[in-house]
């Protein structure tokens, strides 16, 4: 069983881009902005705790995060990471990996903390090119995800299911295009129905793999699990 895969290094340059207006054509060779929301730890993963306990899960819900932003910003298509997050522990531990922290003012949940995060990038860059992505990929390959976007660039909007093929673990919108995202519980036909077209690529498991149960989370070892989350969980697990 493969429960390691390499640590990614940090790239604060990710987070240092002066703040200018972009041009609809040039936004094309300008890179992806990933929008990524993350709960106060003391909230998240709550169903996770049956398998961790309850001091273990925020701290797998942070390592999940830290290994999905980690290899986000590894990943070549992508200029840019703003998480939408209220925890200070979190927001200083993803801050120090290269992640704008943009903070959730709206606090109204998911889907309006993406919206706020993609005006967020947008007050920078106009016509960027966004996708929200789930904070718990700990298994998150930067190859599989250029992959994704490489597909997500055909169309307007776009998203990958989750491993169940009930949710969604991506969703993008080009430049000009609004994100509309629609995640939570049977997100998948929420965005086909939105005329979102649903990526359909094989080979890219980790992009889809997330992490709410302990069952989850042995199928993310299978993949891999990223180093942060792996020198968390392995030991506990035995």
Known sequence: MNTRHPTYPTHPAHSAHPARPAHPDEAADDGWSLVVPLKPLALAKSRLAVAAGTRLRPRLALAFAEDTVGAVLNCPRVRDVAVVTDDPAAASALASLGARIVPDTPAAGLNAALAHGVRAVRARRPYARVAALNADLPALRPAELTRVLDAARKFPRAFLADAAEIGTTFLSAGPGVELEPAFGGASRLRHLSSGA????????????????????LAAAGKLGLGPRTAARWLPAAG
Do not use: P
């Not at 077209?197 to 069952?215: F, K, N, P, Q, Y």
């Open 197 to 216: 077209v649903e990526i359909t690529l094989a080979g890219v498991d980790s992009v889809r793999r997330d992490v709410d149960t302990g069952e989850d």
